[in-house]
Structures are given as structure tokens and as C-alpha cells.
């Protein structure tokens, strides 16, 4: 929020600062205002996407999906649990699970869903190989960064070297048209994910795209900013997932940058060929 748009809101908080910081800040109270702060920020959707709500998630996707029969990137499957959630819900959909964890593919494949195609890599801007990080073979916060974010750093890791490929490249070799709705949960990954992606955005290729924001992202020192330039300049609008609905984030504003937990975003392609233009957020 621009508070330089509300100036005599930002006035009259301004005047009423010193005496209210001299009462919310004191050692008796400093804890419980954090802690109403965080929360005040979670039912605004800043830190409030920790896996906490599959279901409100799987809804905020299938409210961005407009054909019976969609194609879905799951990009960060983990053992699939999205994906056959997404299925339940929507069991025409074709969908693509990415995961280089080894472990978690066996458990993708051990559901047997005969609509996901399992690709046993990493997604990120280009085709290689790189380093992933985790606690356990099916760690659901493993990265292609060494975690150092508050709640994991502690926790001892392995390294696992797997094969990275990206998302134009997937498109292009597979031939394929449209691709309704892409999942993220690539722990800090995602802006590179979306560059390898580029082409296909420029295109109006993917209708829809769901992406975290978080604590993740100081490893990959990349910023909400980035993701606004990619994702605006290719036609695309960005809402953020709060509990209960998604808010619009009409402009850039340096408050977006949230680091604590994870945020989940929506980007969706505003010339849509499939959507009826109709609000649905």
C-alpha cells in the first residue's frame, strides 16, 4: 500500500506514532503485537500459503482453468498429493508432474494415475543439472538452494544431483498448443522457472500460473519485483491467494516484498482465449 496516496491518513499516523510505539513496543507487549502483525499480514495472504489449505488452493486453480479437459504443469510435485487433488476435483485434466527427487517420483508413481505424466526432473530457465538440497528423500521444502531460512537452517541436508529442464522446452518438444494452468512450489526456484518460460508467456501459451513467494527467496536473492516485471510485461495479472479470496495486486508496491513464510500468487493471462472475462477471484 502507497501511503503517500492517503495523506491525511499518513499524517495523522504519523502524529500518533510516539506515544502509541512508546505502548505497543514495550517489553510487555512487543511479543503479542509481532504476533498480531504476522497475523494481520496472513489474512492478507502475506505468509499464508505454507500447505496449510490444499483445498483452498486446488479451488483458486480450478477457478483459473476454463476447459473441461485441461493440460496442468504440476512444477515441484513432491509425492503428488496436489495433483491427485486436482484430479478429484477436475478428472479429465492431463497433467505433467515435475519432481527430481528420486523418492518422491516413487511415490508418484505408487498413486498410478493414469492421467500424470511424470517428468523426474527440476524446472528452472534452461536445460543442465544442478544440486538439490533436502532434509529427507521426500522433503517437501527441498531446493535447489542451501536453506537458510529461520526455521530450516538447522536441519541437516543431503545433496542429490539431478537433471534441470525448462518450461519452453517442454512445450516445444511436446507440441503443445495451451497449457491451462501451472502449479510452483519450487522452494525459491520460481523466477527462473518463469525465464525458462519467456517464449511461452510472450505467446499466450500458459493461461494461468500459481507461484510462491517467501522466505525461499532470500536464497535465491530474488525479489516480488522481478516476478511483477516477467509476469505484467507478457500480459498477465498477479492476485495474491488470502484466505477466504484472492486480492488484486493492481501495482507494484515494495510492501509485496514479504518475506515471512510463503505468499501464494495467481498470475493470470488477460487475453485468455478460453475465459469469458468475467471476475472470478
Same mark, same amino acid.
Given at each position: 500500500?502507497?501511503?503517500?496516496?492517503?495523506?491525511?491518513?499518513?499524517?495523522? *499516523?504519523?502524529?500518533? =506514532? #510516539?506515544?502509541? !510505539?512508546?505502548?505497543? &513496543? +514495550?517489553?510487555?507487549?512487543?511479543?503479542?503485537?509481532?504476533?498480531?502483525?504476522?497475523?494481520?499480514?496472513?489474512?492478507?495472504?502475506?505468509?499464508?500459503?505454507?500447505?496449510?489449505?490444499?483445498?483452498?488452493?486446488?479451488?483458486?486453480?480450478?477457478?483459473?482453468?476454463?476447459?473441461?479437459?485441461?493440460?496442468?504443469?504440476?512444477?515441484?510435485?513432491?509425492?503428488?498429493?496436489?495433483?491427485?487433488?486436482?484430479?478429484?476435483?477436475?478428472?479429465?485434466?492431463?497433467?505433467?508432474?515435475?519432481?527430481?527427487?528420486?523418492?518422491?517420483?516413487?511415490?508418484?508413481?505408487?498413486?498410478?494415475?493414469?492421467?500424470?505424466?511424470?517428468?523426474?526432473?527440476?524446472?528452472?530457465?534452461?536445460?543442465?543439472? *544442478?544440486?538439490?538440497? =533436502? #532434509?529427507?528423500? !521426500?522433503?517437501?521444502? &527441498? +531446493?535447489?538452494?542451501q536453506r537458510q531460512d529461520s526455521y530450516l537452517k538447522q536441519g541437516k541436508?543431503?545433496?542429490?544431483?539431478?537433471?534441470?529442464?525448462?518450461?519452453?522446452?517442454?512445450?516445444?518438444?511436446?507440441?503443445?498448443?495451451f497449457v491451462d494452468y501451472i502449479k510452483m512450489d519450487i522452494e525459491g526456484?520460481?523466477?527462473?522457472?518463469?525465464?525458462?518460460?519467456?517464449?511461452?508467456?510472450?505467446?499466450?501459451?500458459?493461461?494461468?500460473?500459481?507461484?510462491?513467494?517467501?522466505?525461499?527467496?532470500?536464497?535465491?536473492?530474488?525479489?516480488?519485483?522481478?516476478?511483477?516485471?516477467?509476469?505484467?510485461?507478457?500480459?498477465?495479472?498477479?492476485?495474491?491467494?488470502?484466505?477466504?479470496?484472492?486480492?488484486?495486486?493492481?501495482?507494484?508496491?515494495?510492501?509485496?516484498?514479504?518475506?515471512?513464510?510463503?505468499?501464494?500468487?495467481?498470475?493470470?493471462?488477460?487475453?485468455?482465449?478460453?475465459?469469458?472475462?468475467?471476475?472470478?477471484?
Open positions: 500500500m502507497n501511503l503517500q496516496k492517503t495523506p491525511v491518513i499518513n499524517r495523522l *499516523a504519523k502524529q500518533m =506514532a #510516539r506515544p502509541i !510505539s512508546r505502548v505497543v &513496543a +514495550s517489553r510487555m507487549l512487543l511479543t503479542p503485537t509481532r504476533m498480531l502483525d504476522a497475523y494481520l499480514n496472513f489474512l492478507l495472504g502475506r505468509g499464508s500459503g505454507s500447505g496449510w489449505d490444499l483445498e483452498s488452493e486446488i479451488q483458486a486453480a480450478i477457478a483459473a482453468v476454463h476447459r473441461e479437459d485441461p493440460l496442468i504443469f504440476d512444477v515441484g510435485a513432491n509425492v503428488g498429493e496436489w495433483s491427485a487433488s486436482f484430479l478429484r476435483a477436475q478428472p479429465r485434466a492431463r497433467i505433467l508432474a515435475f519432481e527430481p527427487s528420486p523418492v518422491c517420483c516413487d511415490g508418484i508413481r505408487a498413486l498410478n494415475l493414469a492421467q500424470v505424466t511424470l517428468i523426474p526432473s527440476g524446472v528452472g530457465e534452461s536445460r543442465g543439472r *544442478a544440486i538439490l538440497h =533436502a #532434509r529427507s528423500g !521426500s522433503d517437501s521444502s &527441498a +531446493s535447489l538452494y541436508t543431503t545433496t542429490t544431483e539431478v537433471e534441470v529442464v525448462s518450461i519452453d522446452e517442454i512445450i516445444r518438444d511436446r507440441g503443445y498448443d526456484h520460481e523466477l527462473s522457472a518463469l525465464r525458462g518460460a519467456e517464449e511461452s508467456l510472450g505467446a499466450g501459451r500458459i493461461g494461468a500460473i500459481s507461484f510462491e513467494f517467501g522466505s525461499g527467496n532470500v536464497n535465491s536473492r530474488t525479489f516480488f519485483r522481478d516476478f511483477w516485471q516477467v509476469l505484467t510485461t507478457k500480459g498477465y495479472s498477479i492476485s495474491r491467494v488470502a484466505p477466504g479470496r484472492n486480492i488484486a495486486i493492481r501495482e507494484y508496491y515494495e510492501d509485496d516484498e514479504y518475506f515471512r513464510g510463503v505468499s501464494n500468487y495467481i498470475a493470470r493471462l488477460d487475453n485468455h482465449p478460453y475465459w469469458n472475462g468475467k471476475d472470478e477471484s
